[in-house]
Nanobody, 120 residues
Framework: EVQLAESGGGLVQPGGSLRLSCAIS?????????MSWVRQAPGKELEWVST????????AYAASVKGRFTISRDNAKTMLYLHMASLKPEDTAMYYCKTGISTRRDEGDWGQGTQVVVSS
């Protein structure tokens, strides 16, 4: 059974940085699954943030975070990360790691989420 567990969220001031982590167990996703970060702000729909493609290691970012966020994983491919810099209040959301690139709740495996609040 695939299990994903996010951590690293918290309260940060505008302009600050955070690194989110996602512990992956139950499968080896190398050459198997693309891995993504998705977020949901209060009262808004789920928003795709970033993906790292399993075979090529190519990364992709939403326009709203490109240049500020970096997705990565460890060599053992048991951890997924999202380094977030130059944070803005509009980055406030629950952040989820998941398998695949879809934002549909019924597609892929999801973690429980970690809350990020950007506020002064």
């Amino acid at each position: 059974e695939v299990q994903l567990a996010e951590s690293g969220g918290g309260l940060v001031q505008p302009g600050g940085s955070l690194r989110l982590s996602c512990a992956i167990s139950g499968f080896t996703f190398s050459n198997t699954y693309d891995m993504s970060w998705v977020r949901q702000a209060p009262g808004k729909e789920l928003e795709w943030v970033s993906t790292i493609f399993s075979v090529t290691d190519v990364t992709a970012y939403a326009a709203s975070v490109k240049g500020r966020f970096t997705i990565s994983r460890d060599n053992a491919k048991t951890m997924l990360y999202l380094h977030m810099a130059s944070l803005k209040p509009e980055d406030t959301a629950m952040y989820y790691c998941k398998t695949g690139i879809s934002t549909r709740r019924d597609e892929g495996d999801w973690g429980q989420g970690t809350q990020v609040v950007v506020s002064s």
